[in-house]
């Protein structure tokens, strides 16, 4: 056999080596695509049934079931010395006005008991509701006008069906109960109509008052502060560490710090803040300047890092092109290079607002888990925010605070999609690609 042949067989051999080893990396790759893409799939799946499942109990949430009922505003209970003085206006008996409408609604009922069942077909809120129509014109005293008011949360919870009356009722609707809310139904009396309270009230212990306006505007004041803080302190210090700070073991130290401080847990800076802020410099508890302090130390690094990306992105020929016309390093930096970073910046600052917005322990820590009823007028006000807000409403043993949960997550939810709309928005617009 030549030395021909043998180099034949040789490359004939290698051959079938590589052949053999390319199928056995196809069959790897597509081994690994279909686990990546199982991965994927199962993750997009399990998001849907999220979406799915929260959307299913809360979209119910926007609305409310009214019950419609012909109050005689009677001036001898609300103001028996005929005064109008609003003092007066405000103390007048509105309960009685309601309790007196549902006896003439219903008059066969003589029983105490039977009594307080009819009373509780209307929510406690009608009172005030009636007091709101006095105080905002007097002169309807004397009249007599059909009021639509809310129904009690047992009553809505039943037309929307998440309470299924049978012919011995459930829960607390009783069979007689049904039969009052079933005439209601027959007259007209009762419909389902939006539920404006829930973005215009604040926190109530009544499920059919609560609202999420109070959470919103407390949500606001926070990220106000937090925003005003951590963005500028960030881009300053991601400035002085990329453009301005010598490398040492001093800057190093710092930047292993800052890396560290990304991945503590939000609870810590909780822990800080209350040790910090309440108990030491003595701040109001509860209040969204306290909060935004320690968000904003929860945000500082994440905003830090992204600020030091963006200004590696941009090409030192920007930096020296500068300077070659006689601009000085301050000049190069705040005219050409951080006008240029800054997408990239602003992109990461709404990241970590993002990250802020949805945080819950930390401000735990400090207080913002009080029942607040009040719309705050400022960050030293007491206040809550949206996702405290939805624990408190989750802990609450209310059926109908089930739907009020999953609709404030839902709220929650689209402000953190809007956000990082926003921000791929900003990224997509202002990129530059070098």
């Known amino acids: 056999m ?29 081994l690994f ?4 893409l199982t991965a994927i799939l199962t993750a997009m799946a399990m998001l849907a049934i999220l979406f799915v499942s929260i959307t299913g109990k809360g979209f119910t949430a926007f609305k409310q079931t009214f019950v419609r009922i012909e109050i005689t505003f ?17 103390q007048g008996d509105y309960g009685g006005l309601v309790k007196k409408s549902l006896r003439q609604m219903f008059p066969d009922v003589k029983k105490r008991r039977e009594k307080r069942d009819l009373y509780s077909l209307v929510s406690s809120g009608a009172a005030y509701q009636l007091r709101e129509m006095v105080l905002a014109d007097p002169a309807i005293l004397g009249t007599t006008q059909n009021v639509w008011v809310p129904a009690d949360d047992d009553v ?12 011995e009722g ?32 604040g926190d109530s212990r009544e499920p059919e008052l609560a609202g999420i306006r109070g959470a919103v505007v407390g949500s606001l004041y926070t990220m106000m502060v937090t ?38 847990p939000s609870i810590v800076f909780g822990l800080l803040g209350l040790a910090v802020y309440l108990n030491f410099f003595g701040l109001p508890r509860s209040a969204p300047v306290v909060g935004g302090l320690v968000l904003a130390l929860m945000t500082l690094p994440t905003i830090i890092i992204a600020s030091r990306a963006s200004l590696k992105s941009v090409p030192p020929s920007i930096r020296e092109a500068a300077l070659g016309v006689g601009a000085s390093k301050m000049q190069s930096i705040s005219h050409h ?19 802020a917005l ?32 939805i624990y408190l409403w989750a802990d609450s043993p209310e059926r109908a605070f089930v739907e009020r949960t999953s609709a404030a997550i839902i709220m929650l939810l689209a402000f953190l999609l809007l956000m990082n709309a926003v921000a791929v928005v900003l990224r997509k617009k202002f990129e530059r690609r070098w």
């Open 2 to 30: 030549n030395r021909t042949d043998v180099r034949n067989k040789e490359s004939i051999a290698r051959l079938k080596l590589i052949k053999a080893g390319l199928k056995k990396r196809y069959v790897k790759e597509r």
């Open 33 to 36: 695509s279909f686990f990546g």
């Open 74 to 90: 009677d001036a001898e209970m609300i103001d028996p010395e005929h005064t109008g003085d609003p003092d007066v206006l405000s």
């Open 156 to 167: 809505d919870m039943m037309m929307k069906g998440h309470i299924k009356a049978g012919i």
């Open 170 to 201: 459930s829960g607390r609707i009783k069979p007689y109960k049904l039969d009052w809310i079933n005439s209601l139904k027959e007259k007209g009396a009762l419909e389902k109509r939006f539920n404006r309270a829930l973005f215009t009230n």
């Open 227 to 264: 925003l005003l803080l951590s963005f500028p302190l960030g881009v300053a210090t991601a400035v002085y560490l990329e453009e301005f700070a010598p490398q040492n073991i001093w800057t190093d130290i710092i930047e292993v710090n800052i890396n560290n401080l990304a991945a503590v």
């Open 337 to 355: 290079v951080l006008p240029l970073a800054m997408p990239g910046m602003l992109t990461g600052t709404i990241i970590g607002m993002a990250r």
């Open 358 to 389: 949805g945080e819950t322990a930390p401000l735990l820590m400090i207080g913002m888990v009080a029942f607040i009823v009040d719309i705050p007028v400022g960050i030293f006000d007491k206040a809550t925010v949206l996702p405290v807000q």
